[in-house]
């Protein structure tokens, strides 16, 4: 079955410190994929996609994810993390326009 | 643009109660779907439709019905609420092809006593 995992739950990371929250996708062919932010109480936000190409892909607010078809990967990294970094994160796949599936988010924590 | 408007913003039931959920994009989306957000579970899909009279079954479907009449509106049916429909709910848009993200709503907040 198609699946999006993400095997860490929670991170925290103080500010300043590089962050990279990983993410695994398990489908028969390369889906797009996307890594989304959630505040507080607030909808999804686009980070960033992947369809082709470059496997490095830049995103918002300083956010990059480099997609690894080997490793069945597209990891998500900050440089250095500010306090309003502190959110869910959620990555996503979609197997050509029919079946956008999210996985299950790993929160962000910032310590000061 | 409005993007993808949803009401209510927060909704509380008696179980047994029936209610809609209402969702409308004005971007000319082909494609619309609703998803329950619960702790720890992520966003899992419920239904989707992948235009007007075409919609199909997500990965946790039971106890809702929904509908496509037109392009813009995509209502999200809870025929007999039940405290484990207690979540909440997002409606997102995207057009159908290509590498396109989903657009999300701000989301309703149900609670099912």
């Known amino acids: 079955a198609q699946s999006v995992t993400q095997p860490d739950i929670h991170i925290t990371v103080s500010e300043g410190a590089s962050l990279e929250l990983r993410c695994n996708y398990s489908y028969g062919a390369t889906p797009y994929l996307f890594w989304y932010v959630q505040s507080p109480g607030q909808g999804l936000q686009l980070l960033l996609k992947y369809f082709s190409g470059d496997t490095l892909v830049q995103g918002i607010k300083g956010f990059e994810a480099e997609f690894k078809r080997s490793q069945s990967s597209f990891n998500l990294r900050k440089p250095s993390v500010h306090w309003s970094d502190a959110a869910e994160y959620f990555c996503a796949a979609d197997n050509y326009g029919q079946n956008f599936v999210f996985g299950p988010g790993t929160r962000l924590s910032v310590l000061p | 643009n409005a993007g993808v408007t949803q009401t209510p913003k927060f909704q509380v039931l008696k179980t047994g109660q029936s209610m809609t959920l209402q969702c409308a994009q004005d971007m000319n989306h082909e494609y619309m779907s609703w998803y329950r957000q619960d702790p720890g579970m992520g966003l899992r899909l419920i239904h989707y439709?992948?235009?007007?009279?075409?919609?199909d079954q997500g990965e946790v479907p039971n106890g809702y019905n929904v509908s496509r009449s037109t392009t813009e509106d995509f209502p999200l049916r809870l025929l007999s609420a039940a405290p484990s429909q207690t979540s909440v709910y997002f409606c997102?848009?995207?057009?159908?092809?290509?590498?396109?993200?989903?657009?999300f709503g701000p989301g309703t907040r149900l609670t099912v006593l």
């Open positions: 997102a848009s995207k057009e159908i092809s290509g590498a396109n993200e989903q657009f």
């Open positions: 439709s992948v235009g007007a009279g075409i919609t």
